[in-house]
């Protein structure tokens, strides 16, 4: 029985060095090999990672600066950031996982081959001199010799078993730590990632309620934006509407249309006098009836004709006129209707062969010399106003007699 359990115990210990030589210490090396990789892969994913979000950032800055999308450009702008900071923390991980598991990986690798080659050599010899002083002693001492050959067996196989559990030890601590630092960036990083995340999708998901904004038209550029903004103070505080549709209201519209050319009627609110002799700029006083024939303005500008002389027509600044309701313009038609009849003849002759002439290009941006002359002109006319106050009596009497007829 116990040379049995010698022979066993010995083709044992041979084939756990056999498999540390022959399998352990190439599958190591192998691994050494395969982790160089695995750092130069992830070395040029970190390349491409920071051209890639360098990239979207880049988006982002264009998105920022838009009338669109300024908080979308921002949510990009922060996940390119924290992608960056992210690939950079990965990195450091990287480094650690060279330097301590790969490196030392391939130092044990030249050294254990050395080390396991030797402690089998002095095995196997140590098994061969027992082998022989075992034949040499007698058979009285056959039996001493043989008990110790099987504990010296006994305790070779254990060291051998040792030396191997060692080595896969040493393999699990190593890819121990490796999980251990992967796992410390994902708690360091994975908590606020998912917050940040969960923000930027509300603040984009956000952006699907707000009301489709318009292309910015002529209206919309900062010289005219400007100059609305300064005469928004200027305005009266509304027209009050129309209590029930006029039929004269109607006739008047109807007549005009088929006489303008379906223009709407507004009032001066200011007196147009340009400076010069520009022939497709229009002139008008503070109160005189216009009809606007391009309903859109043009670099905040409008072209119309001036009530009760068709020959007259040009282009005016937008804000230099107010629409004008039903009543105050049946008002108006009441005491100016002479004069139109008069003038109806020549104005007919004269505008029938330009009606379907269009208008002239619309002169640029207004300036900022334009808008103060506005303003002193609309300062003037509101002292000569206050310096008259019968017309303004008799003004609001005409008006409330016209109330009190309807």
């Known amino acids: 029985m116990s040379a049995v359990n010698s022979e066993q ?9 056999s498999s540390l030589m022959e399998e352990f210490n190439p599958g190591l090396q192998k691994l050494v090999s395969l982790g160089h990789s695995y750092v130069r892969a992830f070395q040029a994913l970190a390349v491409k990672s920071e051209a890639y979000f360098t990239a979207l950032s880049q988006m982002g800055e264009q998105a920022f600066h838009t009338m669109s999308s300024r908080s979308i450009g921002d949510v990009l ?4 950031e924290s992608q960056k900071k992210l690939t950079l923390e990965l990195e450091g991980v ?5 330097e301590d598991i790969l490196h030392e990986m391939d130092n044990n690798v030249r050294l254990d081959q050395d080390y396991i ?3 089998r050599e002095q095995y196997e010899m140590s098994v061969f001199s027992q082998a022989a002083v075992m034949e040499r002693q007698p058979r009285r001492g056959a039996n001493k010799e043989a008990a110790e050959h099987l504990r010296f067996l006994r305790e070779s196989h254990s060291e051998a078993l040792k ?3 060692r080595r896969y030890r040493f393999l699990a601590e190593k890819h121990c730590g490796l999980i251990r630092s992967i796992s410390g960036l994902m708690n360091k990083n994975g908590g606020a990632l998912q917050q940040k995340a969960d923000s930027w999708r509300e603040e984009v998901n956000a952006t699907r309620g707000r009301d489709a904004i318009r292309p910015p038209g002529p209206e919309s550029t900062p010289q005219v934006r400007q100059e609305n903004w300064k005469n928004r103070d200027e305005q009266p505080l509304g027209n009050v509407p129309s209590r029930a549709p006029s039929p004269q209201g109607s006739m008047y519209r109807s007549t005009s249309e088929s006489a303008g050319g379906a223009g709407r009627s507004t009032r001066a609110r200011v007196a147009h006098q ?3 002799s520009n022939p497709t700029l229009l002139h ?9 024939l391009v309903q859109q303005p043009k670099n905040g500008w409008l072209y119309g004709r001036a009530a009760g002389n068709n020959s007259r027509q040009g282009w005016f600044p937008a804000s230099y006129v107010e629409e004008v309701d039903d009543l105050r313009l049946q008002a108006d038609i009441g005491s100016s209707a002479p004069r139109a009849r008069n003038n109806s003849s020549v104005s007919s002759r004269t505008d029938v062969p330009g009606r379907n002439t269009p208008p002239p290009p619309p002169p640029p941006l207004l300036s900022q010399s334009s808008k103060k002359s506005s303003q002193i002109q609309t300062g003037a006319s509101d002292k000569t106003t206050e310096s008259n106050p019968e017309k303004k009596v008799r003004d609001r009497t005409i008006n409330d007699c016209m109330y009190l007829k309807l």
């Open 117 to 119: 080659s030797g402690s």
């Open 77 to 80: 702008i922060q996940i390119a």
């Open 163 to 165: 030396e191997e559990e």
């Open 9 to 17: 115990l010995h083709r044992s210990t041979l084939g756990i060095y």
């Open 94 to 98: 990287f480094r650690w996982f060279t």
């Open 274 to 276: 340009p400076v010069g």
């Open 284 to 292: 008008f006083a503070r109160g005189e009836m216009i009809t606007v």
